[in-house]
């Protein structure tokens, strides 16, 4: 490969697993050069999802939107390769001997922001091990806080990283909110002047999908129930209202979350026995992708395709008759077209109960790139 033109080297390199090229690195200078390249590094992160290739399944012990499983797993997060989804890894992440829960915010091409409850916010590529912990600039809040939820993802016009911070407060029997970007250019925070005339009735990050992060809302205190999802723009920094899809009879709703499914937002909702747990994928608009019987799961997750697309692997919870029963979480592959659980996964190594999930693609993103040398471990600055 040493005589090939560069190009050729970069179709052949770019076709190849994460463990391989970092391999490849130690083969020569020249490989290293340009594996390590920006231009190298976009390339293969395209093709990975454009092929759905290079996917991993995440699994944490971290509150999930039914129960809160830290009991269960002390911090602990397992890696599967989604290709074969037999043996689970624990990975070392950069609050693993922390203490506190360790909750996932989000994952975009291939780094995961997850924050930990006495050591703030840190980026981190599971792929490359490199990380990045950010300041804690929220240790000076003198109002009640009501609410505080995170988002992250990818500014793709700015080619930037960011983190989203929502902080709801209570002064005086009134809330307010105040909004706060990091940068991982800047590698620093800053406080935005924004209108947000919403109410948050849940602790959930928001969900990054199509270069905005996702959060479902209410515009009325008095409401039980979210009426609307509000998006984030992390280009313009501006909030947008998303209507949701139309519901036949939203009196029998009892919850709703929003995801990312292969790259699109996902609505989905739990209602009144016996009604099926439906899922609305949105591309321009809201199309109902997939409805699970309730003998499927009473919150069903849908995770990624199989390679030939004729099956969806989801995450499914099914409410037990002990609250201390962990056997609530399954992984299953789902057939579309018979409507019914095919084939269950159990992924050896990793803990039985409850849990979060999520598909991140393997990247060489480089943090150091974007925030410069020496950055793992390093803390950021507010401004």
Known sequence: MAGLPTDINIDILSRLSIKCLLRFKCASKSFCSLIDSQEFIKIHLKRSIETNTNLSLILSGTPAPILDSSRYWNGKIFSASLDSLNLGVELDHPFKNCKGRTPIIDSCNGLIALKNDENGIAFWNPSTKEHLILPKFWGDLKDKVHRVVDGFGYDAVNDDY??????????????YTEVSVYSLRSNSWRRIRVDFPYYILHGWDGTFADGHVHWLVTNNPKDDIENLIVAFNLESEEFQEVPLPHLEDKKNVLVMFVGNFSGCLYFSCLCNYPQPVDIW????????????????GDYVKALAYSKSEDKVLVDKFKYGEEDDDINRWELYWYDPQ??????????????????????????????????????????????
């Open 338 to 383: 018979s409507q019914k659980a095919a084939d269950q996964v159990t992924i050896h190594g990793v803990p039985q109960g409850c849990r979060d999930t999520l598909v991140c693609v393997d990247s060489l993103v480089s943090l150091a790139a974007y925030a410069g040398r020496g950055v793992a471990g390093r803390e950021g600055r507010m401004s």
């Open 281 to 296: 994928v949105l591309k321009g608009c809201w199309t109902k992708a997939f409805s699970f019987h309730r003998s499927v």
């Open 162 to 175: 960011k983190v989203f911070r929502l902080v709801q407060f209570v002064r005086e029997n009134v809330e």
